[in-house]
């Protein structure tokens, strides 16, 4: 499967951004979905996922009431929904799918897209 970001850019904190992730080749349907971000000089790290048959979706508790994550396996795309946007959320974006035990586990999932940069100014 191969997965296509898009939707960074530059905003303002408090401000907002929409993420896309499409996927192709095999079916979103047929994976654990995840979002995950590495901000400059930083690690990886888990932004949000949802399993194969949707149902709860987890957040890190640093976007928890600011993102929301949706799942489309009709059109095979994971959006990111970001708001009240603050400087620390400056990264570059990642869409990922795979079958990981633990969602927040980044080295579990097998595809990933190209990235997409969120920079957030004060």
């Known amino acids: 499967v191969q997965l296509q970001a898009s939707g960074g850019g530059l905003v303002q904190a408090g401000g907002s951004v929409r993420l896309s992730c499409v996927a192709s080749g095999r079916t979103s349907s047929s994976y654990v979905m995840g979002w995950f971000r590495q901000p400059p000089g930083k690690a990886r790290e888990f932004v949000a996922g949802v399993r194969k048959s949707g149902g709860t979706t987890h957040y890190a508790d640093s976007v928890k009431g600011r993102f929301t994550m949706s799942r489309d396996n009709a059109k095979n795309t994971v959006d990111l929904q970001m708001l009240s946007l603050k400087p620390e959320d400056t990264a570059v974006y990642y869409c990922?799918?795979?079958?990981?035990?633990?969602?927040?586990?980044?080295?579990?999932?097998?595809?990933w897209g190209q990235g997409t940069l969120v920079t957030v100014s004060s």
């Open positions: 990922a799918a795979g079958s990981p035990q633990r969602l927040g586990a980044f080295v579990q999932y097998d595809y």
